[in-house]
């Protein structure tokens, strides 16, 4: 028996990389999982292959957090699916990485409305149906950019800073109607996320999706007493800085 049996979860950006790897955490422990991604491909994929394992459990459908019309509908189709929702996880991303000056301004919607307006959707498309379970938990998988800056990441830092304080403003909102809000704030992960050079070599110091994964299970396991609101959780031993 897992801790999660009966739980109906969805997750946002959950194809590939930390998405990909909270799916598959969720599964194990008994969850049925609707992800979402923006390619048909990747989503077909991924149901292909973490349906081996879990079978029925498990669906998907494309979707892009930044259109409203479309989270709904993805949500909606995640309920009539498995029977209600108990878990949103928000944790489709993007990051563009520019000098704010020569930053486009598509470059800074596209950051923006992923990683901040995105969350927004899902809060107000989900919460209705968390109330309808009486209650349930939502995950927003930020960053720590959220408080760290640094050159070439103005949008994306924006969006990390904008989901903390967003974050804790729901958690405070929704509390009482037994939804419990928090947020990780992952360091270095080893992805293709950003589309730079990782992609091509392995970092053994860098966290893995499975170790951001193994965050959100130990905040769904937690005791309802008490609410771990903010976890930060970085690389051990990252190189040292000459």
Not at 55 to 76: M, P
Request: hydrophobic share 40%.
């Amino acid at each position: 028996m897992g801790v999660l049996d009966g739980k109906v979860a969805v997750v946002t950006g959950g194809s590939k990389g930390i998405g990909r790897g909270i799916a598959e955490a969720l599964l194990a422990e008994g969850a049925s999982v609707f992800l979402t991604a923006r390619h048909a491909d990747q989503v077909q994929a991924a149901v292909a292959e973490l349906g081996k394992a879990h079978g029925k459990r498990l669906a998907g459908a494309i979707g892009d957090v930044r259109h409203f019309d479309q989270v709904e509908r993805n949500l909606q189709e995640a309920v009539d699916r498995f029977g209600g929702l108990d878990i949103l996880i928000n944790n489709a991303g993007v990051g563009v990485f520019s000098p704010i000056a020569d930053l486009s301004l598509d470059d800074w919607h596209a950051v923006i409305d992923t990683n901040l307006t995105g969350v927004f959707y899902c809060c107000k498309a989900g919460i209705p149906h968390l109330r309808k379970r009486g209650g349930g938990y939502i995950i927003n998988i930020s960053s720590l950019a959220g408080k760290n800056t640094f050159p070439n990441a103005g949008a994306y830092c924006a969006s990390k800073f904008g989901l903390n304080g967003f974050s804790e403003c729901l958690m405070q909102e929704v509390r009482y109607d037994g939804i419990r809000v928090s947020y990780v704030m992952p360091g270095s992960v080893e992805t293709s996320f950003g589309g730079d050079d990782r992609r091509t070599r392995k970092l053994d110091w860098a966290l893995t999706p499975a170790d951001v994964a193994e965050v959100v299970v130990d905040l769904l396991r937690h005791p309802t007493r008490s609410l771990p609101s903010r976890v930060e959780i970085r690389p051990s031993q990252p190189p040292r800085k000459n």
